[in-house]
């Protein structure tokens, strides 16, 4: 009887310490996938954090682009206009000098 106690506790703390390894494997597994997950999750996020900025950074140049555009076609209408005031006194001073219309465009 003493015997099978023994045998039986023996194999009662057997089977609790191979619990014991089998949880603690569990454990670290569980941390490496919590781990590995983790990464996952941050390399997604920085992923998207680099598109969005990226993104941005074309909206950003394609606007400027587009004032950029807008500024000089303004620039070329202000340069065609003075052109042509300049033209347009040019012609009157030398063509009716002392006419009204030399005497309306100076006002």
């Avoid at 023996?10 to 590995?36: D, N, P, Y």
């Amino acid at each position: 009887a003493e015997a099978a106690r023994v045998a039986a506790e023996v194999a009662a703390e057997e089977e609790a310490e191979a619990a014991r390894v089998a949880a603690e494997a569990a454990a670290e597994a569980a941390a490496a996938e919590t781990a590995r997950l983790a990464a996952v999750a941050a390399a997604e996020e920085e992923a998207e954090t680099a598109r969005v900025a990226e993104e941005a950074a074309a909206e950003a140049a394609a606007e400027t682009s587009r004032l950029a555009a807008e500024a000089a076609a303004e620039a070329e209408a202000a340069a065609a206009t003075a052109r042509v005031a300049a033209a347009w006194e040019e012609a009157s001073a030398t063509r009716w000098p002392g006419s009204r219309v030399a005497a309306a465009w100076e006002e």
